[in-house]
């Protein structure tokens, strides 16, 4: 694609409800990033994924986040049972091995 | 754990002048640094990525340069205009290995008053 895509660009939820956030990353780009940014914050890392290699998850907020990328190619950000603090904005980037990173729009998630 | 630090958290300067945006960082072991720009509610666009071995890149009134000996960089904008009004961050990819990803500092806020 001609970009970093991320889907929905926005999604209001209930408290304790699941959510999955989607990202396509730039087709061959082999590095994927999740971040997450609440308002009027700097950027906080998630997770990240480098080729088939296995991600360390030690960025994940809480046991309530997950994510998986399939075919080394779209990823998914999983939070289980949301609660009002995890209202963020929430970024993808994808790069090739380690060259330049690109940023999709972001999902703006607002938990009510 | 690498960490990246940005002076001026925010700045405040009139059309046309020329500015400088610094960014350090506490590991000199990086693979690249890449400069952002964020306005309010978008995401992040890539201004400029300088690898390890460069000391600068230019793009436009843009300039970065980095010193990985002193651990720094410095975004130099030239004749700013107020288009140019939005949040700088720089990133750094630590090439001990990717398991913290791009490290970002949080931003230095720009305004240029027209």
């Known amino acids: 694609g001609a970009g970093v895509s991320q889907s929905p660009s926005n999604k209001v939820t209930e408290k304790g409800k699941d959510v999955e956030l989607r990202c396509d990353p730039i087709?061959?780009?082999?590095?994927l990033y999740w971040y997450r940014q609440s308002l009027g914050q700097g950027l906080e890392f998630l997770i990240y994924f480098q080729g088939n290699s296995a991600p360390d998850k030690s960025g994940l907020p809480s046991d309530r986040f997950s994510a998986e990328r399939t075919g080394g190619s779209v990823s998914t950000l999983t939070i289980q049972r949301t609660q009002q603090e995890d209202s963020a904005v929430y970024l993808c980037a994808s790069s090739y091995q380690g060259a330049e990173a690109f940023f999709g729009q972001g999902t703006r998630l607002t938990v009510v | 754990k690498q960490e990246v630090t940005q002076i001026p958290a925010a700045l405040s300067v009139p059309e046309g002048e020329n500015l400088v945006l610094n960014c350090s960082f506490t590991?000199?072991?990086?693979?690249?640094l890449q400069w952002f720009r964020q306005d309010p509610g978008k995401g992040l666009t890539s201004l400029l990525l300088i690898q390890s071995s460069q000391r600068e890149q230019t793009s436009g009134r843009l300039n970065a340069s980095l010193d990985k000996s002193s651990g720094r960089s410095t975004l130099y904008i030239a004749a700013s205009q107020p288009g140019d009004s939005a949040t700088y961050l720089c990133?750094?990819?630590?090439?001990?290995?990717?398991?913290?990803?791009?490290?970002f500092g949080k931003g230095t806020h720009l305004i240029i008053q027209p």
């Open positions: 087709s061959g780009h082999t590095a």
């Open positions: 990133a750094v990819l630590y090439s001990g290995g990717g398991a913290d990803g791009l490290t």
């Open positions: 590991d000199s072991a990086i693979y690249n």
